[in-house]
């Protein structure tokens, strides 16, 4: 039995009869928004913990690691106490 398809119907394994296998570089809106939101913490300078666990874990072994809350502090304490770095 042959298939009823015309051309320009999706088949099995392609995204809204493109011809594009559902996994060549389309993301789902979960990664959309975390490859967004990681921009946005980037351009407004807030700071990244996984990068910093990721340093950590590869610069300092066996150094113990500050919590997320730790880190946050640090980072805001940091940021606001140089004095070239306020407005006024």
Do not use: W
Not at 48 to 57: C, E, F, I, S, T
Not at 67 to 73: I, N, V
């Amino acid at each position: 039995m042959s298939s009823a398809r015309g051309p320009g119907t999706p088949g099995p394994g392609t995204v809204h009869g493109q011809g594009a296998p559902l996994d060549a570089g389309h993301f789902g809106l979960a990664d959309q928004v975390r490859r967004i939101a990681k921009v946005v913490r980037t351009i407004i300078g807030a700071p990244d913990y996984d990068r910093y666990l990721q340093h950590a874990r590869e610069c300092h072994p066996g150094q113990p690691v500050m919590s997320r809350e730790e880190f946050a502090k640090n980072r805001l304490e940091a940021r606001y106490s140089q004095p070239g770095n306020r407005c006024c």
